[in-house]
């Protein structure tokens, strides 16, 4: 089954050219199926790659999708066509009467501020509560994750020496989580962060349940039972391009930065990356997807009830 979203959405067009099933709303409205309702918290800059990189994974499954698109209220960016957030995004304090059976909420590049310090930190919060009444399942990823773990469990970021850059083996930890059918005992996880989160202060909160972790980067997917949630502080969801892209951007303007490890063949920048945890990206979003299907109401009134 397709995901549907506005056949003007730039993902429309990126998507159906690489062979993912997508839907017009007018196609959808013919089918007599609830779609899942799932919130994309866009809190990048680059808002459309963004939105194709989730949309793509979630758009993998077999089950209908109704992407939305949520930005904070009051904080305007500056990286993507004010055109293109008025037409396709909808503030939180909008949509906050509205229930959903999956949010994601994604990072932002603001792991030098502490928490309080963040512009929209009290909207987020308030984010943060709502989804416990009205989001079935949330899926925090990066600097979205360490926030969500941090408000809820008061699980704090630590400041790296250097920048955790690169692709790095993680170990599945549960191999019986419903969130890893399908997983081999290792994969291959794209990491790019300043900041990082223990694994003995996480361990010290006896309700979450770490899934996956690196001996070279931490932890890095927590279960949230209590909550609904799950953390990720990694990037699943990142292109082949993507690290490259970060990198050729910090050598263009002359910040220090080492080369992505284990990323180019070689550790040759010059060579094209490869892609190692595609597949392991699909199976953990088409996993959580599958979770909130066979557990989400549907009666979407009843959802955190």
Request: glycine share 6%.
């Amino acid at each position: 089954m397709p995901i549907k979203i506005p056949s003007d959405l730039p993902a429309y067009d990126v998507l159906t050219n690489e062979g993912v099933m997508v839907m017009s709303p007018d196609q959808a409205a013919r089918q007599d199926i609830r779609p899942l309702r799932i919130g994309l918290l866009n809190l990048m800059p680059k808002k459309i790659q963004t939105e194709n990189q989730f949309a793509r994974l979630i758009g993998a499954t077999p089950l209908q999708i109704e992407l939305s698109l949520i930005r904070m209220t009051e904080h305007q960016t500056r990286n993507t066509a004010a055109e293109h957030m008025a037409e396709f995004y909808r503030p939180f304090q909008e949509m906050k009467d509205e229930r959903f059976d999956g949010l994601i909420i994604t990072g932002a590049p603001i792991e030098h501020l502490d928490f309080t310090d963040v512009t929209y930190w009290d909207e987020l919060c308030e984010v943060f509560e709502w989804t416990q009444t009205n989001v079935h399942s949330t899926f925090g990823v990066c600097w979205g994750g360490m926030a969500m773990i941090n408000y809820f469990h008061g699980v704090k970021k630590h400041l790296l020496d250097h920048k955790a850059f690169g692709c790095f083996r993680h170990q599945n930890l549960v191999p019986a989580s419903p969130y890893l059918r399908g997983f081999s005992d290792d994969c291959v996880i794209p990491v790019s962060r300043w900041t990082e989160m223990k694994q003995d202060e996480i361990d010290s909160h006896p309700e979450l349940i770490t899934l996956l972790g690196s001996d070279e980067v931490g932890p890095c997917l927590v279960e949230d039972p209590g909550h609904r949630a799950l953390y990720i502080f990694n990037h699943f969801e990142y292109d082949s391009d993507t690290l490259k892209q970060e990198y050729d951007r910090d050598v263009e303007n002359g910040t220090e930065i080492n080369v992505p490890m284990n990323y180019y063949p070689n550790d040759d920048p010059s060579r094209a990356p490869q892609n190692r945890w595609r597949s392991h990206a699909h199976l953990l979003y088409g996993n959580w997807i599958n979770q909130i299907y066979q557990s989400t109401p549907f009666d979407l009134n009843n959802i955190g009830q």
